[in-house]
């Protein structure tokens, strides 16, 4: 048995089998269950042979796993996507806690179109709200609802008794303290909620408001001081059940959860902390001292300066925090007018918007996110450096072909996805299971068809389809346009040939009524013109905002 | 000290203080934090008097508690609304756990309009869904996104991924194999999610497919079953992290979570099963072994004939069921003609359309839906008991009185609100402080304030105010008609005395302009007419369809 099979486990090693049988190419998932495995598995023979171990079942099956699924996990898309100490980057093992004097340097935060343009910015932002907690999205604009078109941007609303969305300022019958001008100390939102919204999100449309400023706290960091400092009190926090209540006229919600939520392995995972909302334990009074004693203790520490995050939220200012993690607080401010004036009037308006939302899809979204980065530094890697070789014979290299065709779009005023399509039309050449050296060697690598499906692991059809029908393009302008084919450099026109030539009539007709055909023709048109020596051309950067818009 | 509060929590009973300065008495929220207390609380005295224990306090705060709030913790709405060994509900031990057997007589059903019509049997349904995991509703009507308004009806929808709704039935190219015609056996949904969504809902629009049943298995029971035959193997579920996953072109998920998730008195309370999303576990191989044959026993006891519950559904069905707690599973089907039509087909068409939603809500929705019926219930007390008495000297009982005064309303084809205010227009005789025998006496009791007022717990102002105005309006009456006043009974003509008599003209006039004058006018008229003697009168249980639905 060869070290890597060697006491494996081998139900696990089954239930990883990758091949077809076992696992529904389209979409990864499994296609069996455990308990469709026999009662005894063992491993009959295996052979080594390209990379790959061949495991032969007990009951006949066969199983082939490429070597480096056992070195490295990381690469086997259905393992972790990060490391397995931090797994799903929920418990504090997957988080950086802090102290307010962390972020001295200033606290994460983006302008809203950066955010917006550059796929690595977002993830950097949901990044920032994964690992420490929370993010401030500037500039967002000031308009009612914007606040669902940010949560939008990496999930799904959760809509709450408080309505998709929920205007913080005061009114005159509040059923929350939120919506009064009292200071709020630091504290987690809807406890009483099971599922409890993991993310909110606060927008501020105005705040002139003579005091109003926002406090947050590591719940975490907080819970982790507790157990250092008074193990037997955290203890405690983590088995007592406490019932979280709210009651109005059209609601009555209550949920049974302690304060501090360890996994199975005893690492903090959530901490909900909401004194207006704990309802009446009903325990021993030996085990509500024990818990008084706490919680008190937890509540203390949460109110050391230190730990204490203060900032102002502005208008424009979106702050997007952890809501199982962070505690959030407001200072209490003099109410300005509002849309309905209480007495006591003084100090300016404050308004802010708020909504929830969850950190599973925020996640999925960096993990999205990562992968169109990936796919960018790819790219780039390929015209800095495949790229720089040379192009069929042609006076300029691959990458500056391709950056001179998507500079002579540009300078045409030509639509993005045709810029793109224009720079990467010749990608198959790299991507193709046929290089361009065996195309001028006579064989057809069909560089457009292998380039236009790579691509469409991240692009629309109105990218690939331009460079899926460039050779076709060329084809049909030889069929049409007797003085195009005359244009054509000697290496074009003897490509032509291995191409299958010029279209017949007939098939040019029919190319003609495609709909990607115009396009396709203008990508062709710049193709053609761009193998211009040492013209002055942009650099891939140039043109990496434009793909990144593309790929959403 | 008394014995309420001899060796009484100080914390525990301080941090319940009733008052209206630690708790806000609008929303019942407490207005201060648990460090607000000071280090060291006694109490300093108490005294006992009409039913009240006031308890000074060292730091010299006085808190007054009804004395049953001791001895009867449910009526503190505060505490546990329900038995505190249930408590939220959400773990088995506010559960029925089943078998299929168990639903030999029929499954939790109701039809869609009973449903809707009566707080009773909507509570119902959801209730079975707490207890049970899962109810169906009949006869829902078979159109398209039918099963939003069905989720609505007692939550919210939780989007994913799959949208804000999903179709199931056959797709050409799957993210998911219940978009296929396989076979698909228990499982929850999304164990990748967290939160995950606690509910799911399965509306059947078309189902003449060969096969395609549905079967509901109760996780609870199956986790139970293990645990009592396989303890070892139980604890090695609930503390391995498994990581679920799920990736597609835009969607990346990632939870680590146990099978079998308890709460920290060991009680189940969640259950994730799905071997399709089951990522590659990174444990030492002593560990995955156990894991696998631990995993292994689970599933083979969700497999047992005697916990499947199968089922088909049919047209205008929709299954309501547990997310973390039941399994549900689908029989292969002939794929029929479908939106894309694909090979192989025959058989009829099967679509489904389903949402996800959250148990937090409908628990909610039950709790609201309780009090409801228990309104109705109070006043049908209030109608059968004191209501026999005798009428302010007229020849009929109060509860005829009003039942008369409906019943006229609704002859003469009044609309719903206005039969309900004819119905409950002298609560206030009930419900006031002062009773109708004192009026009777010579003192106004304001019936028709405290009476509105009393209603408005449960009734819009299209119920209440035509009822705070039916005093007024026959101050109205009489002074602008000298016939109304004229037939009056005696006993009214007293009453007019002591109500402040006709209005004057300028405050007639003013009546005339109040929006609700009109609606009060018509009660008012009713109200008078309603004192025949022996007259046949429907009971208040016919109107209490037409008062569930105001209460809406």
């Known amino acids: 048995m060869s070290d890597a099979t060697a006491s494996r486990s081998p139900y696990w090693l089954r239930d990883n089998c990758p091949c077809s049988d076992c696992r529904d190419p389209r979409n990864g998932q499994k296609l069996f269950q455990i308990t469709d495995l026999p009662e005894e598995l063992r491993i009959a023979a295996e052979v080594e042979q390209d990379g790959r171990l061949e495991v032969l079942w007990s009951d006949g099956h066969r199983s082939r796993y490429p070597l480096d699924w056992f070195t490295a996990p990381a690469a086997d898309p259905t393992a972790a996507p990060v490391s397995t100490a931090a797994g799903d980057r929920r418990s504090e093992a997957g988080k950086r806690l802090w102290r307010a004097a962390d972020f001295a340097a200033g606290i994460p935060e983006a302008r809203w179109a950066d955010y917006l343009a550059d796929p690595a910015e977002q993830a950097a932002v949901l990044r920032a709200v994964q690992r420490l907690g929370f993010a401030v999205l500037r500039e967002v604009p000031t308009v009612e609802r914007q606040v669902l078109t940010v949560a939008s941007s990496f999930g799904y609303v959760r809509e709450t008794n408080y309505g998709e969305l929920f205007d913080v300022r005061i009114e005159p019958e509040p059923n929350n303290l939120a919506f009064t001008s009292v200071a709020i100390t630091p504290h987690t939102d809807n406890p009483y909620r099971d599922p409890v919204p993991t993310l909110q999100l606060l927008h501020c449309l105005e705040n002139a408001a003579v005091g109003g400023d926002s406090g947050l706290v590591d719940g975490f960091q907080a819970a982790a001081l507790l157990r250092a400092e008074a193990p037997a009190d955290f203890a405690v926090l983590t088995r007592t059940l406490v019932p979280f209540v709210f009651r109005d006229r059209h609601t009555e919600l209550r949920a049974d959860r302690p304060l501090i939520a360890t996994d199975p392995l005893g690492r903090i995972r959530e901490v909900r902390f909401n004194n207006r909302s704990i309802g009446r334990l009903q325990l021993p009074d030996a085990e509500l001292d024990a818990f008084y004693a706490a919680y008190r203790k937890f509540a203390a520490i949460t109110l050391r300066p230190e730990l204490q995050l203060e900032f102002r939220l502005g208008p424009g200012d979106c702050l997007i925090f952890d809501n199982v993690r962070l505690l959030h607080a407001r200072t209490a401010f003099e109410p300005g007018g509002t849309s309905q004036p209480l007495e006591g009037a003084g100090g300016g308006r404050r308004h802010l918007q708020g909504c929830y939302a969850d950190l599973d899809s925020l996640a999925s979204t960096v993990a999205v996110l990562d992968r169109r980065t990936a796919a960018l530094d790819e790219l ?45 039309h010749d990608v198959g050449h790299f991507t193709g299971v046929v290089t361009g050296r065996q195309l001028m060697e006579g064989q057809d690598n069909r560089h457009s ?104």
Chains 1, 2 share one sequence.
């Open 380 to 424: 780039q890697t390929l015209f800095e450096g495949e790229g720089a070789g040379e192009y069929l014979g042609e006076a300029v290299t691959q990458a500056e072909h391709m950056l001179q065709a998507a500079a002579l779009a540009q300078r045409e005023g030509a639509p993005d996805h045709l810029v793109a399509a224009a720079l990467l």
């Open 449 to 552: 068809d292998t380039g236009a499906d790579w691509l469409a692991q991240w692009f629309g059809p109105e990218v690939t389809e331009p460079v899926r029908l460039h050779v076709a393009a060329k084809r049909y302008l030889c069929a049409v346009e007797p003085a195009y084919r005359a244009g054509l450099s000697e290496a074009s026109e003897y490509t032509l040939q291995v191409q299958g030539g010029p279209l017949s009539p007939e098939r040019a007709a029919a190319f003609a009524e495609l709909p990607g055909a115009a396009d396709a023709v203008a990508v062709r048109r710049w193709d053609d013109a761009a193998k211009v020596a040492d013209a002055a051309t942009p650099t891939f950067e140039h043109f990496r905002p434009l793909l990144a818009a593309l790929m959403r």
